[in-house]
């Protein structure tokens, strides 16, 4: 019976996910862990949250690691996903040059790592790399139409630079990498206050303030249940090994911008209004990808219906709301704005700093469990 169980420990792979304390990044830590893999996270807990990991940081297989992804990683790992990047437009404008400098070292940097240890490595890429499409539905091939001096372009040209390392290394020095072009992910643990469309209009829709559209509404998204993409994603790592993408993986259903609000209003069974404003430069009018190639190459589609992810996300953010509610009531520290804050973030970070385990790279041969 020991034998057995020492085989297995040792067939375990180590894994990296570089953003692992964030949205997707905690969800595919949780995945992992459940597959009876070896996890470190590595994050420089910036968007993310020690909140997203705390169910999983009592594992011994996993292993918390403070960092960021701008630096070298001298580590030891048999894989990594690459989800180091603030992911919304309120985040990653709010330091532009931090942003390219994240997208395009943090690139580097993994690609490194993965050309030292022989390790395959997954960049999480994105549909912005479409920028304003002028090709619909998205197809892989299709090159993108995106301003590369606007405010977006340090998230959209630093992951087409990103894009174009990794297969530069895999050209030139035989790295195994997959891209993934994510398109709206959504789901339990986005931030309350980050800016992204299902969340605003959640919390406003259950704050029973105005849900905030911007532009006339009609732009259409499509929204990727986070069960679904991190199956996607899991898939796409484990295929075979001439399968670099990029793949688009997301939810081909597009529904209106105006449409989504309309839903989470009578979801919430809120009274809340619609407000209009101008949209912001830059802002896609149309996206739904194609995921031909992910439906063959890995028989992958999603299952969650947008009405069963929706309620999900919306049995997330009440319980989150009124866990704030709770720690705010009775004292006066809380905001009176209506605008929420980042659900305990600030305050995991100074109570947990210890929970952060500083870089140390694997001994040779060791099973890298957490210290
Ligand atoms: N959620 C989506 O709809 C979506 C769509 C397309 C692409 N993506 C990509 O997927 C990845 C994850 O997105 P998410 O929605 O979970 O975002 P997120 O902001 O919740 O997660 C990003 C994580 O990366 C960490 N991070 C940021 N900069 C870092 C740095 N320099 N060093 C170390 N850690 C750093 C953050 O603290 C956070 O935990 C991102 O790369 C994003 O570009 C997401």
Not at 19 to 36: D, K, P, T, V, Y
Not at 175 to 204: C, L
Not at 243 to 250: A, I, Q, R, S, V
Request: net charge neutral; proline share 6%.
């Amino acid at each position: 019976m020991s034998v057995h169980l020492d085989k297995a420990a040792a067939s375990r792979r180590t894994i990296l996910v570089t953003g692992g304390a964030g949205f997707i990044g905690s969800h595919l830590c949780e995945r992992l862990l459940e597959r009876g893999d070896i996890v470190w996270c590595l994050d420089n807990n910036s968007t993310g949250s020690l909140d997203n990991v705390g169910a999983i940081m009592a594992s011994k297989r996993f292993r918390l690691i403070d960092r960021d992804i701008i630096q070298p990683l001298p580590l030891h790992v048999d894989e990594i996903y690459n989800l180091a990047c603030p992911a919304s437009p309120a985040h990653y404008q709010a330091d532009p040059i931090r942003t390219t400098r994240t997208c395009v070292l943090g690139a580097l940097n993994v690609l490194d790592l993965a050309h030292r240890c022989g390790a395959r490595v997954l960049q999480a890429s994105t549909s912005e790399i479409y920028g304003e499409p002028e090709v619909h539905p998205q197809r892989e091939t299709y090159w993108g139409h995106v301003n590369p001096i606007g405010a977006r372009a340090c998230y959209d040209e630093g992951k087409r630079c990103a894009e174009s390392l990794f297969f530069d290394y895999h050209r030139s020095r035989g790295v195994a990498i997959r891209i993934a072009r994510i398109f709206n992910t959504y789901g339990p643990r986005m931030q309350a206050d980050d800016g992204r469309i299902v969340s605003n209009f959640i919390v406003q829709a259950l704050r029973d303030r105005p849900l905030t559209v911007y532009g006339d509404g009609r732009q259409t998204r499509s929204f990727c249940y986070v069960r679904d993409m991190v199956d996607a994603l899991i898939r796409l790592m484990d295929a075979p090994d001439d399968l670099t993408g990029p793949m688009n993986l997301g939810n081909p259903h597009e529904v209106p911008v105006i449409y989504l609000a309309d839903r989470i209003i009578a979801m919430t069974g809120a009274s809340a209004s619609i407000v209009f404003k101008p949209l912001p430069p830059d802002d896609p009018s149309r996206r739904r990808p194609d995921i031909g190639c992910a439906r063959r190459a890995l028989g992958w589609e999603p299952v969650v219906s947008l009405e069963e992810g929706l309620a999900a996300t919306v049995d997330y953010f009440r319980a989150v709301l009124q866990d704030k509610g709770r720690a705010t009531a009775g004292h006066d520290g809380g905001r009176s704005d209506g605008v929420c804050g980042t659900i305990g973030r600030a305050d995991a970070r100074l109570e947990r700093p210890s929970a952060l385990h500083p870089v140390e790279p694997r001994a040779a041969g060791g099973a890298g469990a957490r210290r």
